[in-house]
């Protein structure tokens, strides 16, 4: 922990919650939870090529019943066939999962998964839209979808409306564009560009996209807290990620440093994107969770007694707060398991 996250430091709180867990076998990782909180989607990697998707039904913090595994179409075995990927989840707020995914090395598409009623079918086909599909990421109201395409570059911006079922350029750029985040009314896209090897931020909207934030090493996966946009970086070098907060163009703020970088996620919220979670890089925390405020002014640190802690989600369901996160059960351990701790008035 640093002075800047630690103005107010909450005594650590002990670990009590649940393991969700799957017959197979990899590392659990990005967690995401449904607007609801009733189901709670993440991935399971072997780092063969494989990378499985599930959904687990929550009910107060416990998972119900087994996992869903999401397989793509004509997939099979296990994790689906050799380097088949289901990954990048996104909840629509009426419930539908979207994510990406490819069978056996193929091409990555999108695909749309309502666990329970059926398995994951493709949402958008090669006559909409060609190429690898990437980064999907739905609207707050559920009325649009924006992704990454490489049909016409290096990776450039669509979006894909609901109502009309038609998918249009929303920008291109002779640059790979990656990690796209609506804010709260879907009138803006804030979006990471890569830059003389390198990524900075911009900002699309009005038809146009403007910077952000730049600087040295990567400023990336950006999501929205209002109006303010919340972002990892590794300005410092030498693989050190912070966090950081941007009110506008050129301003920004670190409210946490050395911090665990999720294996795809952006800076994990709570819903009412006051507070912002994460995991430390430091090995002598690795046990903790830590539960910063936006602006920097209190951070809550949550011991989970579990090693190399990280990749936390939160969500509000019932009136109580969860928290899940993926952890090593201890020093040597072969895999990284999925935690859900109620965390309930401690932000």
């Not at 879907?186 to 996209?209: P, T």
């Not at 929205?224 to 920004?252: H, L, M, Q, W």
């Amino acid at each position: 922990m640093t002075a800047l996250s630690c103005l107010a430091l909450a005594a650590a709180l002990p670990a009590y919650g649940a393991e969700i867990s799957v017959t197979a076998q990899g590392h659990a990782s990005n967690p995401v939870w449904s607007t609801d909180g009733s189901m709670l989607a993440f991935e399971v990697n072997d780092y063969s090529g494989n990378i499985a998707l599930f959904v687990s039904k929550m009910s107060n913090g416990n998972p119900v019943g087994t996992p869903s595994k999401g397989e793509l179409p004509g997939a099979s075995s296990q994790f689906g066939g050799s380097g088949t990927i289901a990954a990048n989840p996104s909840w629509h707020p009426e419930g539908p999962l979207m994510f990406e995914g490819s069978s056996a090395g193929g091409t990555m598409r999108l695909y749309f998964w309502q666990p329970g009623a059926g398995m994951p079918a493709e949402l958008l086909n090669s006559g909409q839209i060609s190429g690898d599909l990437t980064w999907p990421a739905v609207s707050p109201d559920g009325s649009q979808l924006v992704f990454v395409s490489d049909a016409t570059g290096k990776g450039d911006l669509y979006v894909w409306d609901r109502a009309s079922n038609a998918v249009s350029q929303a920008m291109t750029s002779p640059f790979s564009e990656a990690a796209p985040r609506f804010n709260a009314d879907g009138g803006n896209i804030a979006f990471s560009r890569k830059n003389q090897g390198g990524e900075d931020l911009f900002v699309f909207g009005g038809g146009k996209a403007a910077p952000l934030i730049g600087g040295n090493g990567d400023q990336t996966r950006p999501v929205y807290s209002g109006t303010k946009v919340v972002y990892f970086t590794s300005e410092r070098g030498d693989g050190k990620f912070d966090i950081a907060v941007s009110a506008g163009p050129g301003n920004k703020k670190v409210v946490a440093k050395d911090v665990r970088l999720p294996v795809r996620a952006s800076p994990a919220l709570s819903p009412d994107g006051q507070w912002i979670a994460y995991g430390s890089a430091n090995p002598e925390s690795g046990n903790f969770i830590f539960i910063t405020k936006t602006d920097g002014s209190q951070t809550v640190k949550i011991n989970t007694k579990l090693v190399a802690a990280g990749e936390p989600s939160i969500t509000v369901a019932n009136g109580r707060t969860f928290l899940a996160f993926t952890a090593l059960p201890g020093e040597g351990a072969d895999w990284r398991g999925l935690h859900v701790m109620d965390i309930t008035g401690k932000l």
